[in-house]
């Protein structure tokens, strides 16, 4: 049974748009770090954004002014807000919970815990 689940990815144009969504069913996304995270072929997993359960939102330095990630607490859901995508922003993203810590978030994808089968992104020009 899954119970972390991404969705929105798709092929765009460099400089298009796309929305990932995460949503949860067995824990509450507002209790816990969460975090977006990517894998390119050939590249470690990389992290790409977090937040705390303050709502403290921290940005890897390539995405920060592009990306977006914001959750709604009332439905449980985590998203990524994607925008001016560059082919280097193409790989599987994948959305993780961190069950041991609600703060401060460190966005490495050894610590978290609980992750979903991810999305595939791919922007080309």
């Known amino acids: 049974q899954v119970h972390t689940v991404e969705s929105g990815g798709g092929s765009v144009q460099t400089g298009g748009s796309l929305r990932l969504s995460c949503a949860a069913s067995?824990?509450?996304?507002?209790?816990?770090?969460m975090a977006w995270f990517r894998h390119a072929p050939g590249k470690d997993r990389e992290g790409v954004a977090g937040?705390?359960?303050?709502?403290?939102?921290i940005y890897e330095d390539s995405v920060k002014g592009r990306f977006t990630l914001s959750r709604d607490n009332a439905k449980n859901i985590l998203y990524l807000h994607m925008n001016d995508l560059k082919p280097e922003d193409s790989g599987k993203y994948y959305c993780?919970?961190?069950?041991?810590?609600?703060?401060?978030?460190?966005?490495?994808?050894?610590?978290?815990?609980?992750w979903g089968q991810g999305t595939q992104v791919t922007a080309s020009s």
């Open positions: 993780a919970a961190d069950l041991y810590r609600p703060a401060p978030c460190i966005v490495v994808p050894t610590i978290y815990t609980r």
């Open positions: 067995d824990y509450t996304t507002s209790n816990y770090c």
């Open positions: 937040i705390d359960v303050d709502g403290t939102i």
